[in-house]
C-alpha cells in the first residue's frame, strides 16, 4: 500500500507545473474551484429541498383543482358535458384543458427524478382519495408532442382559444401534466395542465450557462490576481536563483536586495553573507599561498648556493633535482589556488581562435596540434579559458605526442573534443588524475611532467563556468578528453 502510494506521488509530481509561480497558481485555482464546488454543492441542496417542499404544496393544491374539476365533470349528465366543454373553450377557457375521449390517449411520457415522482404520487394519492378511483393516469407531456382528442390532433394544430392560452407558455416550453381516467366504459376524461415551476424536470437545471458564465468569470479573476500577487513573491526568488547560477563566475556580484516576504527577505540576507564569506575565504587562501611561495623562495634559492658548493657531483646533482621538485610543488599549489581569476570578467571569445593561437605556441615546442570545426563567441572568463585548453593540450602533446581537436557547435552547447595518441588512462584512475598531485607516472622529475596539477586546474575552471570535463579512451588508442560548456 504504501509502495503504490509513492508511486502515485510521484506520477503527479511529474504532471506539476515546473515553477514555483505555476505550482501557487495551480493552487489557488484548485482551492477556488473546490470552495466553489462545495459551496455550489450546498447551496444547491439547500435549494432542492426548498423546491421541492413548494413543488409537494402546489402539486397538492393543484391536485385537489384537478379533483374538483373531474368530480364536476362526474356529476354532470352525460348529454351536458360537451356543452360545458364548448362553453369554456369559447371564454377561453380555464387553467385546465379538459376534453373526453373515447379511449385513453397515449402521452410520450417524459422525465424522471424526485420532483417527478412527488407529483404523480401526490396526484394519485388526491385522486384516488377523492374519487374512489384507483386507475388514474399521472403523465408529463412536450408541448410540441401532446395530443388531446381521439383524432390525433396535436396541440399546436388547434385553434388558439381551444388550449394554447391555458397550455402554451411560448417561448418558453414548460412539461404538460396530463391526467387521464375512466369515467365510464369508452368514456374517457381528459386533464392537462400546467406546473408554475421553472425547470421541472430539466436535466441540467443545476449547471445553467448563467452559473456556468459566473464561475468562469470567478476562476478568470481568482487566475488574473493570482498572476499579479505570486508574481511579485516569486520574483525575489528568481532572483535569488540568478545569483546562485553566478556565484561561481563572480563572487563580487552586487548583493541582493533583502526585500520581500520576511521569508524572502532573510533568504535573500543569509545569501549575502554566504557570499562575503566566501570571498573572504577564496581571498584569504589566495593571500596564504602567496605569502607561503614568497616566503619559501629565498630558503629554496639558498639551499640551491649551497647545492652548488657541494664537492660531489653526484650529491650535488640528487640535491639540485629535490630542490627543483621542491620548487615545482609550490609553485604547483600556488597555480592551483590562482587556477581561476575570480575577478576577471566575462567576455565574448572565439573558441576557434584561442585553440589557434595554443596550437601555435606548441608548434614551437615540436608539438603537433591539428583542428578542424568552428564555433561561434562563447561568453567565458578569457584567460581561464585560456588556460583550461592549454592544460588540456599540453597534456595530450606530452603524453600523446600530438592531439587532434575537434569542435562541435550548437545552439544550447559547445563541446570541444582532444584527442591524443599516447597510453591512454586506466578506467579505474580516470577520475583519480583530476585530484590535485595525482600523477599516473610515479616520477617527480622536471623531464616526465608536471605535479599532477593540470588536469584538476582544467576541470575546476570548467566547471566554474558551467562546463565539465570527461576523458575516455579511443578504441583505436589514446585519450579523449571531452570539453563541454553550456551557450545558456
Same mark, same amino acid.
Given at each position: ?20 509561480r505555476?505550482?501557487f ?20 441542496s !439547500? &435549494?432542492? =429541498?426548498?423546491?421541492?417542499e !413548494?413543488?409537494d404544496?402546489? =402539486?397538492?393544491?393543484?391536485?385537489? =383543482? ?5 368530480? @364536476?365533470?362526474? =356529476?354532470?349528465p ?5 356543452i ?11 387553467? @385546465? ?25 401526490n ?12 386507475? $388514474? ?10 395530443? &388531446? ?8 394544430d ?17 412539461p404538460? +401534466?396530463?391526467? !387521464? #381516467? ?16 421553472p ?6 437545471r ?13 476562476l ?24 546562485a ?5 563572480? +563572487? ?11 521569508? $524572502?527577505?532573510a ?6 553573507? #554566504? !557570499? ?7 581571498e ?19 639551499l ?6 657541494l ?9 639540485c633535482?629535490? +630542490? ?12 592551483? &589556488? ?10 565574448? &571569445? ?11 605556441e ?12 568552428h ?5 567565458v ?12 593540450l ?17 545552439p ?8 591524443d ?25 622536471r ?20 562546463g ?13 578528453a ?7
Amino acid at each position: 500500500m504504501k509502495t503504490r502510494w509513492l508511486r502515485w506521488r510521484r506520477g503527479a509530481a511529474r504532471h506539476l507545473p515546473r515553477t514555483l509561480r505555476g505550482r501557487f497558481v495551480l493552487i489557488m485555482l484548485v482551492g477556488v474551484l473546490t470552495a466553489q464546488l462545495a459551496s455550489y454543492a450546498i447551496w444547491s441542496s !439547500q &435549494v432542492r =429541498s426548498s423546491q421541492l417542499e !413548494q413543488l409537494d404544496e402546489l =402539486s397538492r393544491n393543484v391536485a385537489y =383543482s384537478v379533483a374538483s374539476t373531474m368530480h @364536476f365533470f362526474r =356529476s354532470l349528465p352525460f348529454e351536458y358535458r360537451h356543452i360545458v366543454l364548448d362553453q369554456l373553450r369559447n371564454m377561453g377557457g380555464t387553467r @385546465f384543458f379538459v376534453s373526453v375521449n373515447e379511449r385513453r390517449i397515449p402521452v410520450e411520457d417524459m422525465g424522471d427524478g424526485p420532483e417527478k415522482r412527488l407529483v404523480v404520487d401526490n396526484f394519485r394519492e388526491i385522486l384516488t382519495d377523492e374519487l374512489n378511483i384507483d386507475d $388514474v393516469l399521472v403523465e408529463f407531456s412536450r408541448p410540441e408532442t401532446l395530443r &388531446v382528442y381521439n383524432n390525433e390532433v396535436l396541440l399546436h394544430d388547434l385553434p388558439p382559444r381551444w388550449g394554447q392560452h391555458s397550455l402554451l407558455m411560448e417561448p418558453l416550453s414548460p412539461p404538460i +401534466l396530463v391526467v !387521464q #381516467m375512466e369515467l365510464a366504459p369508452d368514456t374517457w376524461l381528459y386533464v392537462a395542465t400546467l406546473l408554475p415551476v421553472p425547470e421541472l424536470l430539466a436535466d441540467n437545471r443545476w449547471i445553467s450557462g448563467e452559473r456556468l458564465l459566473a464561475a468562469f468569470m470567478v476562476l478568470l479573476s481568482v487566475l488574473g490576481l493570482s498572476l499579479l500577487g505570486i508574481r511579485s513573491v516569486t520574483r525575489p526568488l528568481g532572483r535569488l536563483a540568478r545569483a546562485a547560477r553566478q556565484l561561481g563566475d563572480d +563572487l563580487d556580484a552586487p548583493p541582493l536586495r533583502e526585500t520581500g516576504p520576511r521569508e $524572502v527577505a532573510a533568504t535573500a540576507a543569509a545569501f549575502n553573507r #554566504m !557570499q562575503e564569506r566566501i570571498r573572504d575565504q577564496v581571498e584569504e587562501r589566495e593571500r596564504l599561498f602567496s605569502a607561503i611561495s614568497h616566503d619559501l623562495k629565498t630558503p629554496i634559492t639558498r639551499l640551491r648556493l649551497r647545492a652548488e658548493m657541494l664537492d660531489d657531483p653526484r650529491q650535488r646533482e640528487r640535491f639540485c633535482a629535490s +630542490l627543483d621538485e621542491l620548487d615545482l610543488l609550490v609553485k604547483g599549489a600556488l597555480a592551483s &589556488v590562482k587556477g581561476l581569476d575570480l575577478h576577471e570578467p566575462v567576455e565574448e &571569445v572565439d573558441p576557434r581562435a584561442v585553440l589557434d593561437e595554443l596550437a601555435e605556441e606548441l608548434a614551437l615546442q615540436k608539438g603537433e596540434v591539428t583542428i578542424t570545426g568552428h564555433a561561434a563567441p562563447l561568453p567565458v572568463k578569457p584567460l581561464a579559458f585560456k588556460r583550461c585548453l592549454a592544460n588540456l593540450l599540453e597534456n595530450a602533446v606530452f603524453y600523446g605526442r600530438r592531439a587532434e581537436v575537434t569542435l562541435d557547435d550548437g545552439p544550447e552547447r559547445l563541446t570541444i573534443v582532444i584527442r591524443d595518441h599516447g597510453p591512454g588512462i586506466p578506467s579505474g584512475e580516470r577520475e583519480r588524475v583530476f585530484s590535485p598531485f595525482v600523477r599516473l607516472e610515479p616520477s617527480r622529475s622536471r623531464h616526465t611532467g608536471g605535479s599532477g596539477l593540470g588536469l584538476g586546474i582544467a576541470r575546476h575552471i570548467a566547471r566554474a563556468m558551467g562546463g565539465d570535463i570527461a576523458l575516455a579512451n579511443h578504441p583505436q588508442g589514446g585519450l579523449v578528453a571531452t570539453l563541454d560548456f553550456p551557450r545558456s
